[in-house]
């Protein structure tokens, strides 16, 4: 047997190789530049190959970042996760729901900038949010909601809530509509078909836009930056990284600090899935299949 | 059909639906906001703007040099949209047509950069970038901004390819056509609607992909997006109806490749990939 046939039995033809540009592009600028990284990130402008690391966990100006970007971060995709089931439940019924998913698409389009300069109008002191609010006598002075913890919060609800629901989306549209009638059928009430038949087949997918979301908002940067305290509550890691790369042209340090963030988003999601196999066993495909 | 039938129940489902309502009348009041001061003369205690005036746009086209940011954004979407389907398209065929061992690596090495967010490989890149010299310059935008979309081309084309019968092929091969062949007489014309909606997701994620763009830009490679997040981190130096001018030239360029994109593919596509065939 020639050499080209036995590839071609292992499935290695022509048409395979067409995979091989995009995959080198890949690898040249996504896991050298990583790996780079890596190693540049033991290799600091002064001190032993940990003075980086060591520099992090001591200076609460920067470890503490950590804790910032989580409670900022956390909150955030918990609130959204939860807005978003009820609401795609519901949208999926109705027979026309493109207007509503191309209204929902525009913050993600328009991306936090846009966001960011629209919530500074918008819900400044003089803002059309505050104003409504003293029209309507709900509260007797306005409400401070940009340059502090609850500006970023909210462009995290703004731009996170319609990605997170649209995820959803995709899911609840992907469990068959004849289990849930089934159930009604047999007499249970729209909470026990909620909690009996839809929440454990959607598991697997709520947990999945809960792992997406989360890496979303804790990558959270322009807004914390146009919207928040970015010398406070809102100093959030990327904050810490951009400052080290670009303020302070310390390359191995920025490196340091973003494998740092690497780091803590695969520990999040891998308790989280890890806590999905201890705690659930179910369908994987989430009645997809 | 299943009828929400108690008390409580129909409670429930009018909650979910103010809530809807409440976000979007405040998403909706966000962005009239912007619009409404980019046009207002002056505008600080009242409901609306005490004139209207369109001499802000002027000035901001003067001030921001927003001819020139937008022939860099221009040059930059429209390349990133070119190569990221030239790398895509024939990688996403060879995915979805060849069992091949490593298979699974290699679709991991695609699913990555889609799910790290930009802002964690971006530095290291961005690093590496202005080590061999590229950064500052348009190329650097261009290629940094290409690692996100050519797997985002890749996953989106797969099924679009999967439905295509392999019978096709099979009819061109016999008849003597090449690989090269095939692809522009058959698999091309077949794939046009789901290369069209690939490509345009492309563009619209790319006019508003601003980590990656700004950590490469150098002052002449500036897409709208930076040229916009300086403008609004530097508030208080320029008038803010300025300001909201170049926001609304920026709306308008993302939402009409929106509303074109829109046309063609789902908006559920923009965050999730094309359904299983």
């Known amino acids: ?289 | 059909m299943i009828r929400s039938q108690t008390a409580a129940e129909r409670l429930w489902v009018w909650a979910v639906w103010l809530l809807v309502a409440f976000f979007i009348v405040n998403l909706l009041g966000l962005i009239a906001t912007v619009v409404v001061n980019s046009f207002s003369t002056r505008w600080f205690t009242t409901w609306l703007p005490v004139g209207f005036t369109t001499r802000w746009y002027a000035a901001a086209w003067d001030e921001f040099q927003l001819g020139d940011v937008l022939i860099t954004t221009f040059e930059v979407v429209g390349a990133v949209v070119v190569i990221s389907g030239l790398l895509g398209v024939p990688a996403a065929y060879a995915m979805a047509r060849r069992e091949f061992r490593g298979k699974r690596f290699v679709m991991l090495l695609f699913l990555l950069p889609m799910v790290v967010p930009p802002i964690t490989f971006g530095i290291p890149l961005a690093t590496v970038l202005y080590k061999v010299g590229a950064a500052g310059s348009i190329w650097g935008v261009i290629l940094a901004n290409l690692v996100p979309t050519v797997p985002f081309v890749i996953l989106v084309m797969i099924p679009f390819i999967q439905q295509i019968d392999p019978r096709m092929e099979a009819a061109a091969r016999v008849f003597g056509a090449g690989t090269f062949r095939m692809f522009t007489n058959v698999l091309v014309p077949l794939l046009t609607p789901g290369i069209l909606a690939a490509l345009l997701l492309v563009l619209v994620r790319t006019i508003a992909m601003f980590e990656l763009t700004f950590f490469t830009a150098g002052p002449t490679s500036q897409t709208l997006v930076v040229a916009l997040y300086a403008a609004v981190s530097a508030a208080g130096v320029r008038a803010g109806q300025s300001v909201d001018a170049m926001a609304v030239v920026y709306m308008i360029t993302t939402l009409a490749w929106l509303l074109l994109a829109l046309r063609f593919v789902n908006p559920t596509q923009i965050v999730t990939r094309a359904k299983r065939a």
């Open chain 1, 1 to 289: 047997m020639s050499l080209r046939a036995s590839l071609a039995r292992q499935g290695l033809d022509g048409v395979t190789l067409l995979v091989l540009p995009a995959a080198l592009f890949i690898v040249a600028l996504f896991i050298y530049p990583f790996l780079y990284g890596l190693v540049l990130s033991f290799e600091p402008k002064v001190g032993g190959w940990l003075a980086n690391y060591a520099k992090f966990f001591s200076e609460p100006f920067l470890y503490t970042t950590i804790s910032k970007t989580l409670l900022i971060a956390i909150p955030v995709t918990v609130l959204n996760v939860a807005l978003s089931v009820p609401v795609a439940l519901r949208v999926r019924l109705i027979a026309k729901p493109k207007l509503l998913t191309t209204i929902l698409v525009i913050p993600i389009t328009l991306g936090t900038v846009l966001v960011a300069e629209g919530m500074l109008n918008y819900m400044g002191p003089r803002g059309w949010f505050n104003r409504a609010l003293l029209e309507f006598g709900l509260s007797s002075s306005p409400i401070r909601l940009i340059h502090n913890y609850w500006g970023v919060f909210l462009s995290l609800v703004i731009t996170g809530f319609p990605f997170t629901f649209l995820l959803t989306l995709s899911y609840v549209t992907g469990v068959d509509p004849g289990l849930e009638q089934a159930g009604a059928m047999l007499g249970a009430r729209s909470w026990d078909r909620f909690r009996t038949i839809l929440l454990p087949l959607l598991v697997p997918g709520i947990l999945i836009t809960f792992c997406l979301s989360f890496v979303q908002a804790f990558s959270v940067f322009p807004s914390a930056l146009l919207l928040g305290e970015p010398a406070g509550s809102t100093r959030v890691i990327s904050i810490a990284a951009y400052t080290a790369a670009f303020e302070e042209y310390d390359a191995s340090m920025a490196s340091a600090i973003a494998m740092i963030m690497a780091a803590v988003q695969v520990a999040i999601v891998v308790a989280l899935l890890a806590a999905q196999s201890l705690v659930y066993r179910g369908p994987a495909g989430g009645g997809k299949g």
